[in-house]
Nanobody
Framework: QVQPIESGGGLVQAGGSLRLSCAAS????????MGWFRQASGKEREFVAS????????YYADSVKGRFTISRDNAKNTVYLQMNSLKPEDTAVYYC??????????????WGQGTQVTVSS
């Protein structure tokens, strides 16, 4: 079992960058696929990116492909989301999630509390 804890959110101008971190407790972190999701005000939560347990496989939503990069450091039990060229429509609460299995765009077992990202125009 893992407990994800997100950090790194904040306010940034359009075109800027932020890096989100997700530290996950648990000795089996390296066996979990990890994902990032986001939920804008008044909208449903949506998939952003996911990464396999080894980091060899990554997947992205079309809306962030080429701008966001997901990575992980299993020695630090941490997964990252580097967000570049941010747009106002990226404004949302960003959630980190863990899944015991292959990366997925929806089905995750453990979720963090979220971190707010606000992009001003």
């Amino acid at each position: 079992q893992v407990q994800p804890i997100e950090s790194g959110g904040g306010l940034v101008q359009a075109g800027g960058s932020l890096r989100l971190s997700c530290a996950a407790s648990g000795r089996t972190f390296s066996s979990y696929s990890m994902g990032w999701f986001r939920q804008a005000s008044g909208k449903e939560r949506e998939f952003v990116a996911s990464i396999s347990w080894s980091g060899a496989r990554t997947y992205y939503a079309d809306s962030v492909k080429g701008r966001f990069t997901i990575s992980r450091d299993n020695a630090k039990n941490t997964v990252y989301l580097q967000m570049n060229s941010l747009k106002p429509e990226d404004t949302a609460v960003y959630y980190c999630a863990a899944r015991n299995g292959l990366p997925s765009t929806s089905k995750y077992d453990f979720w963090g509390q979220g971190t707010q990202v606000t992009v001003s125009s």
